[in-house]
């Protein structure tokens, strides 16, 4: 009897199941886009909880529906996007759409709480710098914007909690992912009720929390019948998705770093204790999917949501569109740009979520320095590029508080790109190792669930099972030194469009 583990990863765009073998085979996956996400307000980015679960369950019941019935299913494990918020009744049952973490409708607030000098005592207690996108400015958002929406809240729900929850009926969150929420306290792993103070509520509102391996409960007969998966098949809490990628590529002691691409692009490293004194000033401290292993991060910004808006922009309202798999507009993409020189003829992109790397940034982004004679390819290298230069931004100022990176591990959907990979390298001028393997947090929570139900040892003796191919990038000094000079550019103009519109 084959037996394998269930994977469901959660991501901000798409929700993916895959089943693997416990042996290293990965044997089936199915996929499922969400629909596209709700803008009412400008900077303003919600998502409907309910579609998020309903994406969940087509997943899960395409994958069970290839099973046969030889074929035992151990757990069901999460990797999950963070960050963002869902305001609930007591059963769970959403009160708001879900405010996710790109939304920045709370700038004003964070600004007043820099001001006022409240950043440097929630760091100190939770590990996180303060972001528009994060849940605590946010609930400080609704009680003063939406009060009726803040009293009748008696749950503050992640995605994470909230699928746990539909799938189970249990309420449960893992570390990785309620220290995202910014009202944990990074040191004792336990909610602050310091912190919750500061917008007026109570630690009793969030889920409890439980380990990465913990089995948080089974599915519920209704998902057993939506789904085909058995109610005796336990469910694992999983992680945070960058973490439980970490997990993958064996990303575990001090030094690693590696930078995740997909709607979101973070940066992150290692650390063996919560030293949050320790911490580059610009990154945030969380915890890793193992235990005793810390992350430390930084948003380098919405890189894949601007892709997106720029793939939907030329072809959204074309019969191609609807007819064509969504790969082949990032292959179409990618060969435009393979014709285009480096450099872009010195066109210059921030990405439209602004830059990740100045205080009191804007969501303002854009092209810099167009001119008639540039193609709609430079405009596509443009923005490989910005990504590119906001990396370099971000490696100098952790190379300035003592963490210097020479050596980058690049993952997700940039990783698969043939030219991405070289600019992001050249730009930088470090080394880079790619892996073209798409599912890296389904896989490691895959892996942590095979170790709790005996599948496995260790951690490594599960990633053991599983071959990842890697391809190692080196600078090449003619680019890098072009990169120089537009890199001070791209500097300049980000700090312009930050004075602009400040």
């Not at 998020?52 to 899960?60: E, I, K, R």
């Not at 996180?128 to 400080?140: K, R, V």
């Not at 189970?168 to 944990?184: D, E, I, K, R, V």
């Not at 005996?454 to 990842?468: C, K, L, N, V």
Request: charged fraction near 20%; glycine fraction near 8%.
């Amino acid at each position: 009897m084959p037996k394998t583990i269930l994977s469901l990863d959660i991501g901000t765009t798409t929700a993916k199941a895959l089943l693997f073998d416990v042996n290293g085979k990965e044997l089936a996956i199915a996929e499922k886009p969400y629909p596209p996400l709700i803008t009412p307000e400008p900077g303003w980015f919600e998502q409907e909880g309910e579609d998020v679960w309903n994406a969940c369950v087509d997943v899960l019941h395409r994958v069970s529906a290839q099973l046969d019935s030889s074929t035992q299913i151990l757990a069901v494990a999460l990797a999950c996007q963070g960050g963002s918020l869902i305001p609930a009744r007591a059963d769970g049952t959403p009160l708001y759409p879900m405010i996710t973490w790109m939304d920045k409708r709370s700038e004003p607030i964070v600004r007043k709480w820099r001001a006022e000098g409240l950043e440097s005592k929630i760091r100190d207690i939770t590990g996180w710098l303060l972001d528009p996108g994060l849940p605590l400015p946010m609930i400080a958002w609704i009680r003063e914007h939406k009060p009726e929406i803040f009293a009748q809240t008696e749950r503050w729900l992640s995605l994470n909690d909230y699928i746990a929850h539909q799938l189970t009926g249990a309420f449960t969150m893992t570390p990785s992912l309620g220290a995202a929420m910014q009202f944990f306290n990074i040191r004792t792993g336990e909610w602050s009720q310091e912190i919750c103070d500061l917008v007026g509520i109570k630690t009793s509102q969030f889920s409890p929390i439980q380990p990465a391996d913990a089995v948080i409960g089974y599915p519920t007969d209704e998902v057993s019948r939506l789904t085909g998966i058995g109610t005796g098949v336990p469910v694992i809490n999983g992680g945070q998705d960058h973490s439980a990628e970490a997990v993958t590529l064996g990303m575990t002691s001090a030094g690693d770093a590696w930078l995740g691409t997909g709607t979101a692009w973070v940066i992150n490293g290692i650390m063996e204790e919560p030293a949050v004194e320790r911490v580059p000033s610009n990154m945030s401290l969380n915890y890793h999917t193992l235990p005793q292993r810390w992350t430390i991060s930084q948003l380098i910004g919405g890189i894949g949501a601007s892709m997106e808006w720029w793939i939907n922009l030329g072809w959204s309202k074309t019969e191609l569109m609807r007819s064509v798999p969504r790969s082949e507009f990032f292959s179409a993409l990618t060969e435009e740009v393979q014709h285009t020189p480096p450099g872009s003829h010195n066109l210059i992109y921030v990405p439209l979520t602004g830059t990740s790397q100045l205080e009191n940034n804007t969501t303002y982004g854009g092209f810099a320095g167009l001119r008639l004679d540039h193609t709609h390819a430079d405009m596509s290298r443009a923005m490989l590029e910005g990504a590119g230069f906001e990396l370099r931004w971000a490696l100098e100022s952790i190379a300035s508080a003592g963490m210097p990176v020479d050596h980058l591990w690049l993952i997700g959907g940039a990783a698969r790109s043939p030219v991405w990979p070289n600019i992001l390298c050249n730009i930088t001028g470090i080394p880079i190792s790619t892996t073209q393997y798409k599912h890296g947090p389904a896989l490691g929570v895959a892996i942590i669930a095979g170790m709790k139900v005996g599948a496995y040892q260790s951690i490594e003796d599960g990633r053991s099972r599983f071959t990842i191919s890697a391809n190692h990038i080196q600078p090449e000094p003619a680019q890098v030194e072009l990169y120089n000079r537009l890199y001070k550019s791209y500097r300049k103009t980000a700090a312009l469009l930050r004075d602009i519109y400040e």
